[in-house]
DNA sequence: AATATAAGTGAGTAATCACTCATTATAGAG
DNA sequence: CTCTATAATGAGTGATTACTCACTTATATT
């Protein structure tokens, strides 16, 4: 993919295009980068602004702190991270047709997700990596969690706990579990081994009959 | 426990003592407040000097560089992490006698998992966030990793499956799904929600049955 | 072509950085 | 007590930091 695009693409929102000059574009991909690979503090405005071949108040004219540029980086990704759970029709979806079982529904975001870290990797290093020393993007990572993402997830597993596909142990359980275990599985697959030999069908089947057999209704299960 | 007690416990290795002064030990427990806070890269060592109570000099006294001051304090903190693995007789005690089974190896591990990172818990914060920026951290990571951690664990699931108790899957997907399953436990428990209301015996326990169901044989696996 | 607005520049600034070192305080040995 | 060695100090160092601003260049509008 051109290498612009993929960032114009992680900064827009509500469908809208962001207008970015050249070197504005320079600036964050130079920003992402080396915030990616030594973090935001231990990474000058200098050397952005080296790496991104302008003068070092380019940037500032441009964003008005330092923080202020990552935050540009950050807020987009946290967005893009919980994209599915954000859309209106989604949770309907889910019940209505989309997906007849929970199995379903994990093999889609599971699959949905893989695509989304490898397109955009090195924005979503920045921001798990920044996330625990910075209380202003912890917040809005919160509030867009709870509002978004707990409440959507928690009606689908009630939904396919009622239909006794999955245990009866607490939602907030299975929750955990489910986003545990496919984090788990990307971040291994990205940042811990990228290198390893990697069969990503295999792991991803793997991974999807794991969680199931894990959450499935079954005797032996208690709560 | 007292406030002294935890660090020399951390700091020991094969039962020896280390010998620290009072300043000394001033300066490695501010430095693991502040590291874990605010970062390595944002915290400056006169911040440190002072929550110490000691003069900045004192700090370059006894560690000569200020990495040197971070590596004090993560390499320990590495090889506490993964201590259950460093002892020799681990596999063997594992096969003869202790556990009957990967289920009680597992309930065991990760109880002691948890143990360790309530004890420890801003030395920990301190090894993981910095683990992503520092090149030296990493790779003393991945040697003691695979020349302990995942040979040892590579022979217990080897085992377990020759036994029947677990599935065919490939024994590294065993593995990467055990540890996830129990460090995604203990790092919502400890780091994304420590305010939530844990009951902490019941959630192992359930964190356990979900990787026993996960990883057992039975009909409807298949590698 | 003339004008207005925005984008880009880079030398300059005060503050802070990790680290040094000459000096002083402390403590145990004889 | 004296002597010696080590621990502790904090003012001082040059380098680097995020950020500013007077100025130049490019683009758009009339």
Same mark, same amino acid.
């Given at each position: 993919?051109?290498?612009?695009?993929?960032?114009?693409?992680?900064?827009?929102?509500?469908?809208?295009?962001?207008?970015? @000059?050249?070197?504005?574009?320079?600036?964050?991909q130079?920003?992402?980068?080396?915030?990616?690979?030594?973090?935001?503090?231990?990474?000058?405005?200098?050397?952005i602004?080296?790496?991104?071949?302008?003068a070092?108040?380019?940037?500032?004219?441009?964003?008005?702190?330092?923080?202020?540029?990552?935050?540009?980086?950050?807020?987009?990704?946290?967005?893009? @991270?919980?994209a599915p759970?954000?859309a209106?029709?989604?949770?309907?979806?889910?019940?209505?047709?989309?997906?007849? @079982?929970?199995?379903?529904?994990?093999?889609?975001?599971?699959?949905?997700?893989?695509?989304?870290?490898?397109?955009?990797?090195?924005?979503?290093?920045?921001?798990?990596?920044?996330?625990?020393?910075?209380?202003?993007?912890?917040?809005?990572?919160q509030?867009i969690?709870?509002?978004?993402?707990?409440?959507?997830?928690?009606?689908?597993?009630?939904?396919?706990?009622?239909?006794?596909?999955l245990?009866?142990?607490?939602?907030? @359980?299975?929750?955990?579990?489910?986003?545990t275990?496919?984090?788990g599985?990307?971040?291994?697959?990205?940042?811990?081994?990228?290198?390893?030999?990697?069969d990503?069908?295999?792991?991803?089947?793997?991974t999807?009959?794991?969680?199931m057999?894990?959450?499935?209704k079954?005797?032996?299960?208690?709560?």
């Open positions: 993919m051109n290498e612009q695009q993929w960032l114009k693409e992680l900064l827009q929102r509500n469908g809208e295009d962001v207008k970015l @000059s050249e070197k504005q574009i320079k600036i964050l130079a920003a992402i980068e080396m915030f990616a690979e030594k973090g935001y503090a231990a990474t000058s405005t200098s050397e602004a080296k790496r991104a071949g302008v070092e108040g380019t940037i500032f004219r441009h964003y008005k702190t330092k923080k202020d540029l990552l935050l540009a980086i950050v807020t987009p990704t946290l967005f893009k @991270s919980v759970f954000l209106k029709e989604f949770v309907k979806e889910v019940f209505e047709s989309q997906y007849q @079982s929970y199995e379903d529904f994990i093999r889609a975001l599971l699959r949905n997700r893989y695509q989304f870290v490898k397109k955009y990797l090195p924005a979503i290093r920045v921001f798990w990596q920044e996330i625990a020393f910075h209380a202003e993007i912890k917040e809005q990572f509030r969690f709870t509002t978004h993402v707990y409440q959507k997830f928690k009606q689908i597993v009630e939904h396919f706990q009622e239909k006794g596909e245990t009866a142990i607490p939602v907030d @359980s299975v929750i955990r579990m489910t986003i275990t496919i984090a599985f990307l971040l291994t697959r990205f940042i811990v081994l990228p290198d390893y030999d990697w990503d069908e295999a792991e991803m089947e793997r999807v009959q794991f969680l057999h894990g959450l499935s079954k005797d032996g299960w208690f709560a």
